[in-house]
């Protein structure tokens, strides 16, 4: 399975764009690319994910490059709810199987 | 639509005790993941069923933990005697029939202290 590599702790200001990166450099032809969060004390949140192309939703968006190797999830404007663990995960096909790594602590700050 | 529910939120034991988490998944969702976290971890997973049947139990310690889905909803997580190292959370997720399962939907937990 691809591991991923994200840097350990971000933060950002209120009302600004979150832009956290994730680099998976061994990705295969059919490893999707998904983005949960946790938030403290919660379960964690699927947030969104992809394959090749850039998706949005309504809580973010997900730019992978064009080879593939990284990703970028982008909260365009974070709010201090927006504070959490960011996990971005490969997942080989249609299994079910998440492997969280230790993600990404954003905090956002006022 | 409620979430994943279980309970209890909060255990506290002594090693060498019995103990055991409920969850019930959201209604409609055949597959259901038991997830153990550590501190400042990640969670990973001990279990997965299809409805009542067990498909991925590699990475449950069989010796001491044991998992149950009698009916292919309502599940229960053991373990049996309990060791300082079993202190963590333990997370249930579940997931809707005929997808991918890689959108699994988590509840809060239940946070174990064995002293």
């Known amino acids: 399975d691809a591991k991923t590599t994200q840097p350990t702790s971000m933060d950002c200001a209120e009302g600004r764009a979150a832009n956290l990166p994730c680099n998976h450099s061994t990705i295969s032809g059919n490893e999707y690319v998904y983005w949960y969060r946790q938030i403290h004390s919660q379960g964690p949140q699927y947030i969104i994910h992809?394959?090749?192309n850039n998706e949005t939703n309504e809580m973010a968006s997900l730019i992978i490059t064009e080879d593939r190797k990284s990703s970028t999830l982008i909260l365009p404007h974070a709010t201090l709810r927006d504070t959490a663990v960011y996990y971005c995960?490969?997942?080989?096909?249609?299994?079910?199987?998440?492997?969280f790594g230790q993600g990404t602590t954003l905090q956002v700050k006022p | 639509e409620a979430g994943v529910v279980q309970s209890p939120r909060y255990k506290i034991i002594e090693k060498k005790q019995p103990v055991a988490f409920w969850c019930n998944p959201i209604?409609?969702?055949?597959?259901l993941y038991w997830y153990l976290q550590n501190l400042g971890q990640g969670p990973e997973l001990l279990i997965r069923y299809e409805n009542e049947e067990a498909v991925d139990d590699s990475q449950l310690p069989k010796d001491r933990f044991s998992a149950e889905r009698l009916k292919g909803v309502d599940s229960t997580l053991k373990i049996q005697p309990a060791e300082l190292g079993d202190s963590a959370v333990y997370l249930c997720?579940?997931?809707?029939?005929?997808?991918?399962?890689?959108?699994?939907?988590f509840g809060p937990g239940t946070r174990l202290t064995v002293l």
């Open positions: 997720a579940s997931s809707l029939a005929g997808t991918s399962g890689n959108e699994q939907f």
């Open positions: 995960i490969v997942v080989p096909g249609n299994t079910g199987k998440l492997i």
């Open positions: 209604s409609g969702h055949n597959t």
């Open positions: 992809g394959l090749k």
